[in-house]
């Protein structure tokens, strides 16, 4: 199967500081990349879709200026979680689809643990 | 809101004993993935069901789709250790091209 990669894996940053999450599709091109996330024991959380040379769509809850997403490419997005808090700390997961519709095929990243002191 | 529920949330099984868990929408779905996350990892595809009333098999696995296009149920026939994790369903809407995932299924199997 297709192969998404993320990195960091995990981070440690300071309360205030900004952390920059990147999802890559190694061998495809990714039209749209998700990001969900994750808290202990609990579901997947949809936060945006992202969709290459256009600007995210975010859902109902989710501060955009608080998590920017960037899609430069099919083959990379970026999430930022800008002045982190206690709070933000979660397990981030993103997904790339190969075509445009939700019968397409999503394929996870390992996902990155944020850990906001 | 919530889109899609999961029941239950915890199951725990004897090894060979069967598991079924349960996924309701309020709302018609398009069509319907599994995904199945080991402790500590990330979600890894199952299958996809898109017609009313579809079944698919994969080896022990049953995958239903309500004819209503509004639940879904996985059923596990004689569970084994390998089969330990948290089973998500995830859903979705016409018109929106992206899946709300349901609150997942742990699934415990005792040797």
């Known amino acids: 199967g297709a192969v998404v990669s993320q990195h960091p894996s995990w981070v440690i940053c300071k309360s205030g500081t900004s952390v920059k999450i990147e999802c890559r599709s190694l061998?495809?091109?990714?039209?749209?990349m998700f990001w969900y996330r994750q808290f202990p024991k609990q579901s997947l959380m949809l936060m945006a879709t992202?969709?290459?040379?256009?600007?995210?769509?975010?859902e109902q809850g989710v501060e955009k200026d608080k998590f920017l997403i960037n899609h430069a490419s099919l083959t990379l997005s970026t999430l930022t979680v800008t002045s982190a808090h206690p709070e933000d700390s979660s397990f981030y997961i993103c997904?790339?689809?190969?075509?445009?519709?939700?019968?397409?095929?999503?394929?996870f990243g390992p996902g990155t643990r944020l850990t906001v002191l | 809101g919530q889109q899609v529920m999961q029941i239950p949330q915890y199951q725990h099984v004897q090894e060979g004993e069967d598991f079924t868990t349960y996924c309701n929408s309020s709302?018609?779905?398009?069509?319907i993935q599994w995904y199945k996350q080991r402790p500590g990892g990330h979600p890894v595809f199952l299958i996809q069901?898109?017609?009313?009333?579809e079944v698919k098999k994969q080896k022990r696995l049953t995958f239903q789709f309500g004819e209503a296009k509004k639940n879904s149920s996985l059923h596990i026939t004689a569970t084994q250790t390998t089969d330990v994790g948290t089973y998500f369903c995830?859903?979705?809407?016409?018109?929106?091209?992206?899946?709300?995932f349901g609150s997942g299924t742990k699934l415990n199997v005792k040797p």
């Open positions: 061998d495809f091109q990714a039209t749209t």
């Open positions: 997904s790339a689809r190969v075509g445009p519709h939700a019968t397409n095929e999503q394929f």
């Open positions: 995830a859903g979705a809407l016409y018109n929106f091209n992206k899946f709300y």
């Open positions: 709302t018609t779905l398009s069509n």
């Open positions: 069901l898109v017609k009313s009333g």
């Open positions: 992202s969709n290459e040379g256009s600007k995210a769509t975010y």
